[in-house]
């Protein structure tokens, strides 16, 4: 199978983790902090089954961008000043490192700068559209938002996991 296609599949898997994450995020899972981890379990169980490798470090790997997920939603929060950039741009950051580096203990392509560099790049760019959604309520605008955000980060990872 071709590289591009591959990728091209990738992206379109982590499009589906992302649709799922903010479907889950609207039920009363994210409520609690063991819930709102889950939500992000699609997009991690991919992340980890495409680029973590041995088997063994799997649930690791996946548990750790759980993790993340978590403290990048609860920064966000604590950082939101009303009509600022810098509560997203700032979870994205520690989202898109946290996923490097999580899944760097399974694949050891990802344990360089430059690849945790690209990714946490990736995140924060990603990001932007959480705060561009006009309505909070407009769920369409949140499938948006996550699944930019999941195919931005989860496609460069397993490009770069791949090299």
Not at 98 to 116: E, H, M, P, Q, W
Not at 136 to 145: F, G, N, R
Request: hydrophobic share 60%; proline share 4%; with cysteine.
């Amino acid at each position: 199978m071709s590289r591009p296609l591959k990728l091209t599949i990738a992206a379109v898997l982590f499009a589906g983790t992302g649709a799922l994450s903010e479907l889950l995020m609207s039920t009363d899972l994210s409520q609690s902090i063991p819930g709102l981890a889950t939500t992000v379990l699609p997009f991690a169980m991919l992340a980890v089954v495409l680029c973590v490798r041995p088997a063994l470090r799997m649930p690791i790997a996946a548990i750790l961008i759980c993790a993340v997920w978590v403290g990048a939603y609860w920064l966000a929060v604590a950082l939101d000043r009303g009509d600022s950039y810098l509560n997203m741009f700032a979870a994205g950051l520690v989202g898109g490192l946290g996923v490097a580096d999580a899944t760097a203990i399974g694949c050891r392509r990802l344990f360089n700068i430059k690849s945790v560099c690209l990714l946490a790049a990736a995140g924060t760019l990603a990001a932007a559209p959480f705060h561009w959604q006009v309505f909070p309520q407009d769920d369409a605008a949140m499938i948006c938002a996550f699944v930019i955000w999941q195919v931005a980060v989860g496609t460069l990872l397993y490009a770069l996991s791949e090299r």
